[in-house]
């Protein structure tokens, strides 16, 4: 896995303003600066001098000065076939060369016949907040005459990273922090034919959806007439509903009456209709990410001509702990509990040991380890 550090920079970006209901949450920081005022203004009461102030709320900074010190992971997938710009997306998102081909460029980009995952990791650096982002490329994947069970490998690849993770966590000498390789989002580019989902699309996603956080996204949008666009989404989101398709952010999942209000208009837009580009360009003298036709200029991040704006806030600016949170909390407790279980079978199936004529008890099974888990047992999946 390649390394390297980079470090982005704010470029004007287009104004842009959520229709109905504003998705952007305050951050730590400025929730700590509310708490913190500056001197107090003359004639204006102090803090300090309030008798009745305990000061609780100055956790919020602490939290704030712990988190800038440990930095941050958010590790991504993109899945979809070759052609659907999924490594311009990244890089547009990012606003550097974050993709596997930006990284590892070759002459001749040939389709693998069998699936790869592929992974390149970067340490980003904004404004003082460090993040370790992983992009994870599933080349191969959908390119085949025969697609049959082509998601089993990327299904392993996620155990994979759940089983990692399980096997740090139950170690007697564990880490102070345990390196985070689980995937916390899958990107899943959908092509713009504009008729409805393939059968692979949706068994993809029927599967996948039980593991990971899936976040489907109608590729090289600016293919569709704004009509077939409209159209094309409003099959998708019925597709999925009759396939039992739960794509994020999952509605069982919403903690409260403003996370359901915020999240619903989110769902309502689903699948985003979204356009890469790295390539910049002046329009009204402004610096925008757009793509160039004999007729005119796709901005990138107008609403107006694509939702990638909304895609990015949602990953990057409102939703990231939240994927991460939800990654944590249920995915991989589904995965830990049934791999628990499994093993605590397994050991209930051994036959009882029986005692040396010394009196001594016999030697307890290799497979055995200390922390309860079978040594040799291969990852659970959690499709049955």
């Known amino acids: 896995m390649a390394s390297t550090s980079i470090e982005i920079y704010n470029s004007h970006e287009v104004d842009h303003h959520w229709s109905e209901v504003s998705l952007s949450h305050s951050n730590m920081s400025e929730s700590a600066k509310a708490h913190h005022p500056g001197p107090p203004v003359k004639g204006e009461k102090s803090q300090c001098s309030d ?9 919020l900074e602490q939290m704030r000065r ?25 890089n547009t998102l990012f606003k550097s060369k974050v993709s596997r081909k930006s990284v590892q460029p070759s002459p001749e980009e040939r389709i693998p016949k069998t699936i790869e995952i592929k992974s390149v990791s970067h340490d980003v650096e904004e404004k003082g907040v460090r993040m370790k982002l992983t992009v994870i490329d599933t080349p191969g994947f959908g390119d085949q005459i025969n697609n049959e069970n082509c998601w089993q490998p990327i299904m392993k690849f996620i155990n994979d990273q759940y089983e990692a993770y399980l096997q740090e966590e139950i170690n007697i000498n564990r880490k102070k922090r345990i390196p985070d390789s689980r995937v916390h989002c899958c990107i899943y580019f959908i092509p713009p034919t504009g008729h409805c989902l393939r059968p692979l699309d949706v068994e993809f ?13 109608i590729a090289k949008a600016d293919t569709l007439t704004l ?12 597709e999925l509903r009759a396939n039992g398709i739960d794509v994020y952010p999952q509605k069982e999942f919403d903690e409260d009456a403003e996370d359901r209000i915020i999240n619903d208009k989110i769902r309502e837009m689903i699948p985003f209709a979204v356009v890469g580009s790295d390539q910049e360009y002046q329009v009204n003298g402004k610096r925008i990410l757009g793509r160039k036709t004999k007729w005119g200029t796709i901005e990138v991040e107008n609403i ?12 990057i600016r409102t939703h990231m702990q939240n994927i991460k949170d939800i990654t944590g909390s249920i995915h991989y407790e589904t995965y830990r509990v ?5 093993s605590n079978g397994h050991f209930t199936s051994l036959p009882a040991v029986e005692p040396k004529t010394n009196g001594l008890p016999a030697e307890q099974p290799a497979v055995l380890q200390a922390n309860g888990v079978a040594a040799q047992h291969g990852a659970l999946s959690h499709e049955m």
């Open 304 to 315: 107006a001509h694509c939702e990638f704006a909304y895609l990015r806030d949602l990953l």
């Open 66 to 90: 712990k988190a800038m010190k440990q930095g941050f992971e958010f590790n991504i997938m993109i899945v979809g076939q070759s052609g659907l710009g999924k490594s311009t997306l990244m």
């Open 227 to 238: 009509e077939e666009r409209d159209d094309f989404k409003q099959t998708i989101r019925e």
């Open 338 to 342: 049934r791999r628990l279980n499994e």
């Open 205 to 217: 996603m029927r599967r996948l959806s039980k593991v990971v956080n899936i976040v489907p996204v």
């Open 51 to 59: 008798f009745s102030y305990v000061g609780i709320d100055a956790i």
